[in-house]
């Protein structure tokens, strides 16, 4: 067919219904040091942090009083706080070394949600290492001692109270479910906090010698909860909650994750003062004197939960970042009946593949169907096909949705047999009977339009003047062959 009907041509615009999608995945699972694991039959993407953890390294704000035991001529009180083993671990660690996943979903353009992941086996721990710090007040034969911890340990033989436990337990991913930790409390008469004789605390031989002994066993409960997970601007108050977080034009998203939760005291604590008396008055007991006490077992806690803070950590999300050409594809001139095709790239440039689909709003231009796996940082040649019906222009719109977040469905035009691009400022104009109105050119000769005016009459055409010159060639010749004659 000439270029020249091709110019003259209307263009055809047929942008038919293009078919809804649903939602797919990313292409390929990511895994990484980010700990990335993006499950290819749904938009989601789960994702570990750096490991979360925090340490309690000071004393906690609890004080267990024993109250005053005993009567008469020996009267004990102690007041006990739970302190780290100096030089050793903290108090209290929570850590997640591994549990913290994030799942990240994207089925709404522009944003990702983001849920904390607490369906996992355990993977996280909670550790307490700690010791019992006592305070002493006593009245023993008339003297009257009173001695905080710091002035106590200097009077201990030693110099150190003798208690140090360890407890350990699992904990649930991320912490929101409470994680109780207890401890194995040793029995009570295996466990002497310290012990002093009489003269250390003041009382002079005369008066009476013996020693003061304190037990000491605690049976404390450590219940950890975390309270709220906050992702950069957003936070998660509870385990099924989600952060939404905006996005544009992103390969991956980095994520500052920080962790807050509380822990509360309970259990209790069992003390019971063990008192020897050698001498009263100068005088040997031979072991007739003696003091009995009850033990007592005041309650730990009481007060206000010990905010926990953990440090905080880097999530790093892979997602899929598909960009399609903005230029029209132009696939030529073709007649009807033949085929052609050419190929537009399609760029995956995000961190982690994206699936792709395609489709024509119009039949004489196709795409590949169903869906096809681009990997990250990878392109994809794109196949349109061209098999026209007439030799009129063609154009049509393709659409590409894939699993981008940020940009999940993209458009691109082709054009054929002298269709208008919209790329160039042609001052021609593609009117609605399929004309084009002016002067056309084809392979360099101008034609004359042949237009009809309102009247009816015709002001020339070409052909009337080929007919004419025609039959005034064939007068001249049979002229030349009388004179011959």
Same mark, same amino acid.
């Given at each position: 067919?000439?270029?020249?009907? +091709? ?59 024993? @109250? ?35 799942? *990240? ?26 010791? +019992?710090? /006592? ?20 009077? $201990? ?9 360890? *407890? ?16 194995? /409390? ?19 031989? @005369? ?10 066993? *605690? ?7 975390? =309270? ?30 920080? !962790? ?13 003062? !063990? ?13 007739? $004197? =003696? ?14 939960? $010990?905010? &926990? ?9 892979? +997602? ?27 760029? %995956? ?24 796996? &681009? ?12 098999? /026209? ?46 004309? +084009?109105?002016? &002067? ?9 339009? !042949? ?11 070409? %052909? ?11 007068? *001249?010749? !049979? ?7």
């Amino acid at each position: 067919m000439r270029p020249q009907a +091709l110019r003259r041509a209307g263009l055809a615009s047929l942008l038919g219904a293009v078919a809804a999608l649903g939602a797919t995945s990313a292409s390929a699972d990511v895994t990484g040091s980010s700990g990335a694991a993006c499950d290819a039959a749904s938009l989601t993407c789960s994702v570990g942090t750096a490991a979360l953890n925090a340490k309690i390294t000071n004393q906690l704000p609890t004080v267990i009083d024993s @109250g005053n035991m005993g009567s008469g001529k020996i009267q004990i009180r102690t007041r006990f706080t739970i302190d780290p083993v100096k030089g050793t671990d903290p108090l209290l660690a929570v850590d997640m070394p591994r549990g913290a996943l994030v799942k *990240a979903t994207w089925n709404e353009k522009g944003f990702v949600n983001l849920a904390t992941v607490t369906d996992q086996a355990a993977q996280g721990t909670m550790n307490a290492h700690y010791t +019992l710090t /006592p305070s002493l007040e006593a009245t023993i034969y008339g003297i009257g001692v009173k001695y905080d911890a710091a002035q106590l340990i200097n009077k $201990v033989p030693g110099g150190s109270f003798k208690y140090d436990a360890k *407890a350990t337990t699992s904990l649930l991913p991320w912490g929101f479910a409470p994680t109780v930790l207890k401890g194995t /409390p040793p029995a009570l008469d295996q466990s002497t906090i310290f012990s002093i004789p009489f003269s250390s605390l003041g009382i002079s031989s @005369g008066i009476a010698t013996g020693s003061l002994s304190i037990q000491a066993s *605690a049976n404390p409960t450590f219940t950890y909860t975390t =309270k709220s997970v906050r992702l950069d601007s957003e936070s998660i108050s509870r385990a099924d909650g989600l952060a939404k977080l905006a996005i544009g034009d992103d390969d991956f998203l980095d994520l500052t994750a920080s !962790v807050g939760g509380e822990i509360q005291l309970g259990g209790t604590l069992d003390i019971k003062p !063990v008192v020897k008396v050698d001498t009263v008055d100068g005088y040997p007991t031979f072991g007739l $004197v =003696k003091y009995s006490f009850t033990a007592v077992s005041p309650k730990i806690g009481g007060n206000a939960p $010990v905010i &926990v803070s953990f440090e905080a950590a880097t999530i790093h999300v892979p +997602l899929p970042n598909v960009k399609v050409p903005t230029a029209t594809l132009a696939m030529g001139s073709l007649e009807a009946g033949r085929s052609t095709s050419k190929s537009i790239t399609i760029d %995956s440039t995000g961190e982690l593949g994206a699936k792709l689909s395609f489709t024509s709003s119009d039949p004489r231009f196709t795409v590949p169907s169903g869906e096809v796996t &681009v990997g990250a940082k990878r392109k994809y040649e794109l196949k349109v096909g061209f098999t /026209p019906t007439n030799a009129t222009p063609a154009s049509a719109t393709i659409t590409v949705k894939s699993t981008d977040p940020g940009d999940p469905e993209q458009t691109f035009r082709v054009a054929a047999n002298g269709a208008s691009t919209g790329d160039d400022s042609s001052d021609g104009t593609e009117s609605g009977d399929g004309t +084009l109105d002016g &002067v056309t050119e084809s392979s360099g000769c101008a034609v004359a339009s !042949v237009s009809t005016s309102s009247g009816g009459s015709s002001t020339g055409s070409a %052909s009337t003047y080929g007919l004419l010159g025609l039959g005034l060639g064939l007068a *001249a010749f !049979v002229r030349r062959r009388r004179r011959a004659r």
